[in-house]
């Protein structure tokens, strides 16, 4: 892919640097090994319990390749313990657990044990050839990206991924005139397969460390240079590869950049090599976004639109009915908000009901940071007919017009209470509409329906990272963390926060712990597809919450239910960056490959200063 | 290993268990059964090990039952701990965390607080993995064990203890009943560092020290160290170095020097050999800066 002259970019440049980089091969480490339970239907049917992102695909994939029809074929939504992409495709365990129900007619349970569900998903490990161009005054004039996709032994979504992988890279910082070529390579590795960020973390670390470079080189305030250069407001933005643009609407990285540099303290940060002795802290700055969704104003060539059912029910509570998979992330809890701040009653009273394939609309997936954003707008705009259907009702009994009267929620009464403003006689409780509406014959006050967003905002997120490094050791360690995030409104700030704290624990690894290697004489994993070798820092690795600073910063997102954007897939994408920068600032030594191990540290800082 | 032939949930062998309660019975069953028998305390490594296949024991005798092994005494001639007290027992001891912390210190550092409530020191030490993290402190201290057998019990020295990677001085008819530590003297200071991927995990190194201070003078010192060797070892050369020399900056840095040296670390998928040799040194330092800090105190 080519966009403008990228040999006159480069020559207009007055510096240019070009690196190659290596990411990791992680794995996901959920909570849970994939697993489903089958149980043969006398229909003919089956009704399915799994591990699942998308209980609907789930079901679609099931009738192309058994046959059976999908009215008979039931799939159950199930608490998840994360996912991190692992079972946005469907998982073998369970089609396999489908194909034996189906011939044993017996219910069939398949679990992983985890060594299996090691060598089942991680991670696309990447090689980028980045160069980047930019003039004195610090604007980049071109930039080129080779990207080598290591897909693993099968094709999960290659394709759509390389061209994902473009679209960030194109998202980050605003480049006159580039060059992209993407390979993805099948090995006979653990088969890749989507992992929280989808790419997006693997380039944001190589784009997050040239630009520091790049800006070093050309003595301007890496800050000041991210500043000059980021795509933001009025720009266009790729959500999901070539087919899912939309214009930028709303926009914080200012905001985050600026308040982060001054609670981190960005202009006392050290110079990079000044230090000499054995601990040496640095602080490093990442950013990064990610997609709410993969809306468009175009069909494009990603399915994403989902469904939902609002029903008032008689007391007056609430039933919320989705099939949006909330991974254990609080997605429907959102929702649940979402439903109740648009309709005006007390939180308690709606409640999300355990839903499957038989009992819900098409929903494509929680995927794409979309479940707030894309799934919380599907709520709102069917709350949002619940609620006319429900003042049309009111209007009725209370003698006064549908669109003057308002709801708001009474937490004695333990109820939304429809009033007339200024008029305290012209009041009543849902539970007395939904009653009345049930004696009279009215019908039941519900709404279903389905939406397409037709805009892919990115939520932008920024981190500073100090961190220390002990030149004895090679041992760093995280000290302290200032995240920024542009989520539009927060629909939910405890559970956002704990993204963001989530993200940063993820990325962390990321970018000095984790990695899958391979015995290159056996072809086996070299940790046996066991967890005593594939370490996650725990809560003792990580900074506290006093060390750990997260702040929103205010923006409203147009096209967003009240307000609100993504945030799962930001949390994480510019973390690996900003450890790299902060190492960099620690000790003077850039990494090109991940995880930054101890070992790789002491090698480099003994190679340039000798051993002790 | 083939892992695709294994299912980890799954034990297939047929096992004989016995469960006996006390020393004797265990002592004539391992005298019965002793080329296919695996004496089972906590099973944090014995069960891991048997569902990997990496063992495939006929007779499992679970001495759990054997009240008599769990005890923390003080004696007269130092702390005698049962085989069977756990690891989560050791940690909160009082005398242990008073009189010997290192090895507080050592022991909290293995596995999750479920795994040290189902572990037992004995069980650490049978094990004989080179990264035990009681085996250094119990080096430093200088611990002694007493085994069962059947002509009859016997003491050897922890240092004569580990033979090999998995392998111990006990015979297949021995068990162990009881770690006997003597009492630190006056003037004497511990440590314990272990460096790890995270701070749950198996040792990168692992190093206990202990310096007695005559003044400031070494009057005594042991250096222990593991996942550096076929066994946790002690580092004779250093100690020889270090007794009866005023201590120094340069001292410990001539101590690390050696350290270095002495160890035969090898590569795995926790960290290179060159790696282990070159942070070796400066855990040697702030084990031997700590344990003088404390020795002063």
């Known amino acids: 892919m080519v966009e403008g002259e990228v040999e006159k970019g480069f020559k207009e440049a007055d510096v240019v640097v070009e690196r190659e980089y290596m990411t990791n091969r992680r794995y996901h480490l959920q909570l849970e090994t994939k697993a489903a339970v089958c149980k043969p239907e006398a229909s003919g049917g089956v009704t399915v319990w799994t591990t699942s992102q998308t209980i609907h695909n789930t079901r679609i994939l099931i009738n192309e390749i058994f046959g059976i029809p999908i009215s008979k074929i039931n799939i159950k939504k199930l608490a998840l313990g994360g996912s991190f992409g692992s079972s946005i495709h469907t998982n073998p365990a369970t089609l396999i657990a489908v194909a034996l129900a189906l011939k044993s007619k017996r219910p069939v349970k398949l679990v992983y044990t985890r060594e299996e569900d090691v060598h089942d998903h991680v991670s696309y490990q990447m090689i980028f050839r980045l160069k980047l161009g930019a003039e004195k005054d610090g604007r980049l004039t071109a930039g080129q990206l080779e990207a080598i996709l290591d897909i693993g032994a099968h094709q999960i979504q290659a394709y759509p991924l390389l061209g994902c992988v473009v679209g960030w890279w194109v998202s980050l910082y605003k480049l006159p005139n580039l060059k992209y070529e993407g390979k993805a390579v099948y090995t006979n590795k653990v088969p890749s397969c989507a992992f929280r960020g989808y790419g997006n973390p693997q380039i944001t670390w190589a784009v997050e460390t040239l630009i520091d470079e790049l800006a070093e080189k050309l003595g301007i305030d890496p800050l000041e240079f991210r500043l000059r250069n980021y795509v933001g407001k009025g720009d266009v933005f790729w959500g999901q590869g070539p087919t899912v643009k939309s214009v930028i609407r709303s926009c914080g990285v200012e905001d985050i950049l600026r308040r982060g540099a001054e609670l981190i303290g960005w202009n006392k940060r050290p110079k990079p090599e000044e230090q000499k002795g054995r601990f040496r802290r640095g602080i490093g700055l990442g950013r990064g976004f990610h997609t709410s969704s993969a809306g468009a104003s175009v069909p494009s060539q990603v399915v994403d639109w989902g469904g939902a059912m609002v029903k008032l029910n008689e007391d007056g509570t609430v039933d919320y009915v989705t099939a949006l998979m909330d991974h254990g992330g609080g997605t429907l809890e959102a929702h649940a908000k979402i439903v109740a701040e648009e309709l005006g009653v007390p939180l308690d009273n709606v409640n999300i009901i355990q839903a499957d394939t038989q009992t819900t609309m098409y929903d494509v997936c929680t995927h794409a940071s979309r479940g707030v954003y894309a799934g919380g707008a599907a709520a709102l705009k069917v709350t949002r007919q619940a609620k006319q259907k429900l003042l049309e009702f009111a209007s009725k009994i209370l003698d006064a017009y549908p669109h003057g009267l308002r709801i708001r929620p009474d937490e004695k009464l333990g109820q939304g209470v429809i009033h007339v403003e200024g008029m305290p006689d012209k009041q009543i409780t849902i539970r007395e509409v939904a009653t009345k509406a049930r004696y009279k014959n009215w019908g039941t006050i519900a709404a279903i329906d389905s939406l397409r967003q037709t805009s892919c905002p990115p939520h932008f997120t920024g981190y500073f990272v100090e961190v220390e490094v002990d030149a004895e050791t090679g041992i760093v360690r995280p000290v302290r963390v200032v995240a920024g995030a542009d989520i539009g409104t927060v629909i939910n700030p405890d559970l956002a926060m704990g993204q963001i704290h989530g993200g940063f624990a993820m990325g962390w690894s990321m970018a000095v712990l984790e990695d899958t290697p391979y015995d290159p004489k056996t072809g086996d994993l070299l940790n046996k597809g066991f967890i005593t070798d594939y370490k996650i820092p725990t809560a003792e690795d990580v900074p506290s919450t006093e060390d750990f600073k997260v702040f929103f910063v205010d923006t409203y997102e147009p096209t967003g239910p009240f307000g609100a954007k993504g945030i799962g897939e930001g949390a994480l994408n510019p973390v690996a960056g900003a450890v790299a920068n902060a190492i960099y600032n620690a000790i003077g030594v850039r990494f090109y490959e991940l995880p930054i191990t101890p070992d790789e540290i002491l090698k480099v800082l003994n190679e340039k200063e000798g051993q002790n | ?297």
Not at chain 2, 32 to 54: E, I, N, P
Not at chain 2, 116 to 131: Q, V
Not at chain 2, 214 to 229: D, H, K, P, T
């Open chain 2, 1 to 297: 290993m083939n892992v695709n032939l294994i299912n980890t949930r799954i034990l297939t062998l047929s096992i004989e268990y016995y469960a006996p309660r006390t020393v004797e019975e265990t002592v004539s069953l391992l005298s019965k059964h002793s080329q296919d028998a695996k004496v089972l305390a906590g099973g944090t490594d014995l069960l891991v090990k048997m569902k990997q296949r990496l063992t495939e024991p006929r007779h499992i005798i679970n001495i759990k039952k054997i009240k008599a092994l769990d005890f923390v005494k003080e004696e007269a001639d130092g702390l005698h701990i049962g085989a069977l007290t756990k690891l989560r027992t050791l940690e909160k001891s009082n005398v242990v965390r008073n009189k010997f912390p290192v090895l507080c210190e050592g022991v909290r550092t293995i596995g999750s607080v479920q795994i040290r409530n189902m572990a037992t020191i004995g069980g650490n030490l049978c094990n004989a993995s080179p990264a035990a993290d009681s085996a250094p402190p119990l080096l430093a201290l200088d611990a002694r064990a007493r085994i069962v057998g059947p002509n009859g019990d016997r003491v050897i020295l922890i240092k004569e203890f580990f033979t090999g990677p998995g392998k111990t001085a006990l015979q297949p008819t021995d068990f162990l009943v009881e770690i006997q530590i003597p009492y630190l003297p006056k003037g004497a200071g511990t440590s314990f560092i272990k460096i790890a991927r995270t701070s749950m995990d198996l040792a990168k190194i692992n190093i206990a020290a202990m310096v007695k201070l005559n003044g400031n003078e070494i009057s005594a010192c042991r250096i222990a160290l593991g996942a550096v060797a076929p066994t946790p070892i002690r580092v004779y050369k250093v100690e020889e170095l270090l007794t009866g020399k005023e201590f120094s900056g340069e001292i410990v840095n001539e101590a690390s020097q050696i350290v270095a040296e002495e160890i035969k670390p090898i590569t795995d998928i926790r960290a290179t050999a060159a790696y282990r040799k070159e942070a070796s040194k400066a855990l040697t330092h702030d084990a031997l800066m700590m344990a003088y800090e404390r020795a002063k105190r």
